[in-house]
């Protein structure tokens, strides 16, 4: 089965301008998560989807941040405007499991967008 | 807030040898604990889920041990191999969302 796939693999843009990151989770899978991680620091939670519903977005860094998963499928992240501090790598992860205890085990990471903002 | 501290950023072994890695966490238990490696450039790969009631987990050359009373979990790889080499991260449960530790550089020396 195809894996969760995260597009553009890099960005770079200026401050002030807006991005756009895409996730496509695994087929079937209904939760979908975003982190993120900065230089030096530990991969954080920002917000967790089930279906198109979001779950939980206490980790979203402020309201220049939106996520996005209509109809249920691929989900999206706009950054807008960006700031030197949104630089980092985004990841997208998806699992199956329904109340977030992994039956199979673990969650599915897509290879990430790594964002410059300059 | 929960803390996740794994023992240090980086670790040499010596080819097959045993490479042995710390995760302690502070406050409350977890229901289960991961284990994930990343290479660079690429996201976390699921390694092992040991639950709050399971002491020891095997899969191959790896071995999770969980220990709730001393809040530690301790990732071993037997027989290690350059290919072992990359940055394995503890992760822990919490309110349906999972929590990373920096995570261990691990080098494995030929």
């Known amino acids: 089965e195809a894996g969760v796939t995260q597009f553009p693999s890099h960005s770079v843009i200026e401050k002030g301008q807006t991005v756009t990151l895409r996730c496509d989770p695994i087929?079937?899978?209904?939760?979908l998560y975003w982190y993120r991680r900065v230089m030096g620091k530990e991969i954080k939670f920002l917000l967790h989807?089930?279906?198109?519903?979001?779950?939980?977005e206490s980790g979203m860094p402020n309201n220049r941040f939106l996520a996005e998963r209509t109809g249920g499928t691929y989900s999206t992240l706009k950054v807008q405007p960006a700031e030197l501090e949104d630089s980092g790598v985004y990841f997208c992860?998806?699992?199956?499991?329904?109340?977030?205890?992994?039956?199979?085990?673990?969650?599915?990471f897509g290879s990430g967008t790594r964002l410059t903002v300059v | 807030s929960q803390k996740i501290e794994q023992n240090s950023e980086a670790l040499n072994i010596q080819e097959g040898k045993t490479a042995t890695l710390t995760c302690n966490y502070t406050?409350?238990?977890?229901?289960?604990l991961q284990w994930y490696r990343q290479d660079p450039g690429r996201g976390p790969v699921f390694l092992l889920l040991?639950?709050?009631?399971?002491k020891e987990k095997r899969k191959e050359r790896l071995k999770v041990t969980f220990d709730t009373t001393l809040k530690q979990s301790l990732f071993h790889i037997t027989a290690s191999q350059p290919a072992d080499s990359a940055t394995y991260l503890c992760?822990?449960?919490?309110?349906?969302?999972?929590?990373f530790g920096k995570g261990t550089r691990l080098h494995i020396l030929p």
């Open positions: 992860a998806s699992s199956q499991e329904g109340q977030g205890v992994p039956i199979l085990g673990g969650y599915t």
């Open positions: 992760a822990l449960d919490r309110d349906d969302k999972i929590i």
């Open positions: 989807f089930v279906k198109e519903s979001k779950q939980d």
């Open positions: 040991i639950r709050e009631n399971e």
């Open positions: 406050n409350y238990s977890p229901a289960y």
């Open positions: 087929s079937g899978h209904d939760n």
